[in-house]
DNA sequence: ATGGTTGCTTCACCCGAGCGAAACAATCGA
DNA sequence: TCGATTGTTTCGCTCGGGTGAAGCAACCAT
């Protein structure tokens, strides 16, 4: 979602439908002006006059707040892995098994889970789970995501930086 | 709880330790260092040199986040310990320490419970229990969370710095 | 105080199981 | 024919859990 840059307090009669909304924000406070008290996460403010970097770096941390909050990838019909505006195509074996981690997204999804869902009518070997996890994560890898193992329970797909 | 003021890139050997205990911090960027990366709601950063009152509006909405932010531990279903948006996964023997500790959050569990609790059927040795109370301290200590012993009464789980 | 005792912490080691990763072979489809 | 997909094997690392032992530190009883 696109930070939204707010002159403060000038266009402060539209800031309420922007914290209404969950939009992220930027307030340029003028420089004899007292900065606003909230403490929303989704809201920055910078003093001006300003330097142009630190003006980008305050918007690029609300981006990934937002993303943070609000993005879910998603698998479609066509076998696709969404996440954040970009995409990868999955094999058949991934698209099952990526199934069954966005089902569950930032939850533990059990190995005989996975193993039932890839093969339903039983698996080829008992490594193969291991070797199908391992191609996930390197298609994935580029959409910002990663699998995590938890030892002897399964495994658990989240966001690449961070948790959930 | 206190916002601790960083100097950045000064200090940034101590910050992590700062991020890992959930303790809201204020980085003093210097005039030519490029402001810090974080995404953390209790982290924020001010560029030097700065208005008074614009640094104690940045302390003032950290320690505003902080107050908002008394989550309690929990562990899940899938045996995993999650704090303040952030998780570890436990083994079993931990995850029945981490359960007993965690249903009394911020209050003594005796040893005897903690072992009866671990091993039904008895404990292997008596050393059993300090072991894996050393294992799950340093698992937890990512967290922001530590075990704190009481004297011939037991053990206590709170937040690493400091309050509950 | 002195020395001993108790309670707790920490380290080092072992074993077995779980898991990761590479390498290779076989198959399938455009 | 060529690349993509999948199955299989093998090697080795990491982790979990038990054990022994050394080291502190608080407490107790002379």
Known sequence: MDVVLVRWPEESSHLEELRASGTPRLLLVGPDASPPASHDPLEDWIRLPADDRDVRARVATLEARAGDAVTLPTLDNDGLLRFRDAWV??????????????ERYGAVVGRNVMVHR????GAPTRNALDVHILRL????SSLGLEVRTVRSRGYLLQSANGNT
């Not at 994560?137 to 994935?140: P, V, Y």
């Open 89 to 102: 195509a999955l094999s058949p074996v991934e698209r099952e098994l990526a199934g069954a981690l966005v």
């Open 118 to 121: 890839a093969w339903p009518d």
């Open 137 to 140: 994560r390197r298609r994935i």
